[in-house]
């Protein structure tokens, strides 16, 4: 069970991003939530892409039939409508929260192109949300979209899950331009933290090749993570289980790794805070 912790004075947003599919983005969205919830985090999980595979992957299969969704609350900013930012939160078992999504959300993108402060609408609605969190992740649609653009617009930072194959690896340079962008012209304080090497099966030449190749050429410029997600059927299966890895295979090699990975993340955080206060103490 999640232990009980008072939430920070605000969240620390991650958008979890990726143009290219198939990189376990959603996956490595709710294993990181969920072990930061067992460290003691107080966490919301957002939902930014219209195929809802978070929120199916949380165990709300019938997302279609949900009252309020991201979609509901945006709407209602970009119409400048009164709005609750708790209503439509729903609660997981493992003792993260969720802002749910479903296929209306495709339609958004459409919506904000016309939107005034389009980039801000999704900044808007986590404003006063994070305050009552210490972690927000937002995981990203496959594309460089609008609707990511918010989720960059609204993060302190990026995390970037990439495919131990050559072909995704490749993606990586558009990614990293399109923040660029981000960081000109809509949030400079945005950050990206590392990328991730997921499934991966470090016995083959292909997943060390890409591992050495990402080191390589964006080693110097972004951290890569020293954890590696292995290539695993269990954590594949969990999409439609509503659980977690943990709950699902607590002893298997991809929650080992989700759980140092978790750790790893948080003791970065950690001390790239001590840092700041130290640097502002001067």
């Not at 490595?28 to 992957?57: C, E, F, H, R, Y």
């Not at 609750?84 to 997981?92: P, R, V």
């Not at 003792?95 to 919506?111: H, K, R, Y």
Request: glycine share 6%.
């Amino acid at each position: 069970m999640a232990k009980k912790q008072k939430p920070s004075q605000g969240a620390k947003v991650i958008a979890i991003a990726n143009q290219k599919g198939g990189t376990a983005k959603t996956t490595s969205a709710v294993n990181l939530g969920i072990g930061l919830a067992n460290q003691g985090k107080k966490v919301l999980l957002v939902d930014a892409d219209p195929q809802g595979d978070l929120t199916t992957a949380l165990g709300w299969t019938e997302a279609d039939n949900l009252d309020v969704t991201l979609t509901t609350q945006m709407e209602r900013i970009v119409c400048d409508k009164p709005f609750d930012c708790h209503e439509g939160i729903l609660h997981h078992e493992e003792g993260v929260d969720l802002v749910p999504t479903n296929i209306e959300l495709s339609e958004m993108e459409i919506t904000l192109m016309n939107a005034d402060t389009r980039e801000y609408i999704m900044k808007n609605y986590l404003c006063e949300l994070k305050k009552e969190y210490d972690y927000v992740l937002i995981d990203c649609m496959p594309s460089l979209g609008i609707l990511t653009i918010n989720a960059l617009a609204a993060a302190d930072s990026v995390l970037v899950p990439v495919q131990a194959h050559y072909l995704p690896l490749k993606g990586m340079t558009q990614l990293m331009k399109t923040i660029g962008k981000v960081q000109r012209n809509i949030n400079p304080s945005l950050r990206v933290d590392g990328a991730l090497l997921t499934l991966a099966d470090m016995r083959t030449n292909l997943a060390r090749a890409t591992a050495d190749s990402l080191k390589q050429n964006y080693g110097r410029i972004i951290k890569v993570y020293q954890t590696v997600i292995p290539v695993s059927v269990k954590a594949a299966e969990t999409s439609t289980t509503g659980k977690s890895i943990y709950a699902y295979d607590k002893n298997g090699a991809a929650a080992k790794a989700y759980a140092e990975f978790t750790r790893e993340v948080i003791w970065d955080g950690e001390r790239r805070r001590n840092k700041h206060e130290t640097t502002l103490g001067r």
